[in-house]
């Protein structure tokens, strides 16, 4: 659908903010946070820093100073030291307390409402078929995890690993659906078998996030599985096996 209206701002609907109260890169970041929330189809998500600086405008100094500010309002911040990510937990009680904060007593209601209601995700839910298919790719990755884990407890004589599952929800079986649909599980496998390695020998710089769901997640600003193509691409150049 074209775009009829090409100004970035809205004149009408920014005079709602209370500008004695907020300021306008708070207003921005916000409402950046909100559009998300909602692309993404989850409270929580992560991001590279230097991303939003891109999108938004904000330097990351300032940057830093309004997440400070939004986390006494109810957002939850966590940084990750992997390609210098954070992840953001837009929940609705942060919405609603950044509304009553920034925006004029007059407009609080009918924001609050019109921002519940929006809706991004037009997918049709996974067919039974495709979560059956995607549970036993979740399996043999599981599997490929503890693997991974055990080689490196054979390496390892001051530590080792126990057995354990990797974190998934529905998010998890959206996205590795998704991939899915690009690339078989056996490639699939192969770039998790990367991911793996570095998430178990540099665990002290890896994102503090859902890993099944850090691995699949897809770009969509660059319309790119980021993290599965550049773990599949170190498996293709860094990865053998001996002959015989």
Not at 92 to 103: D, G, N, P, S
Not at 140 to 157: A, G, H, P, T
Not at 167 to 177: A, C, G, H, R, T
């Amino acid at each position: 659908m074209k775009n009829r209206h090409p100004l970035a701002i809205n004149i009408l609907k920014i005079q709602e903010y209370d500008f004695s109260k907020t300021k306008l890169e708070e207003i921005v970041f916000f409402e950046w946070l909100v559009i998300k929330r909602i692309s993404f189809g989850t409270d929580t998500f992560f991001y590279q820093q230097r991303r939003v600086t891109e999108e938004i405008g904000i330097k990351r100094t300032k940057l830093e100073t309004l997440r400070k500010v939004f986390v006494k309002l109810g957002l939850v911040v966590e940084y990750g030291n992997v390609f210098n990510t954070a992840t953001y937990t837009v929940s609705l009680q942060f919405i609603e307390t950044f509304i009553k904060y920034a925006v004029k007593k007059e407009y609080q209601k009918t924001k609050t409402l019109n921002i519940c209601k929006l809706h991004f995700n037009t997918k049709k839910p996974i067919s039974i078929k495709d979560r059956k298919k995607i549970k036993f790719l979740l399996d043999d990755l599981n599997e490929v995890y503890n693997s991974r884990r055990e080689i490196y407890n054979d390496k390892n004589i001051e530590q080792e690993y126990t057995y354990t599952g990797l974190p998934i929800n529905e998010k998890s079986y959206k996205q590795l659906n998704e991939l899915s649909k690009v690339y078989s599980n056996e490639i699939i496998r192969n770039s998790f078998v990367s991911y793996c390695d570095e998430v178990i020998n540099y665990k002290d710089g890896v994102v503090k996030a859902n890993m099944t769901n850090h691995f699949s997640s897809y770009d969509f600003i660059t319309e790119r599985f980021e993290v599965f193509e550049k773990h599949l691409h170190n498996y293709n150049i860094n990865y053998s096996i001996k002959k015989g």
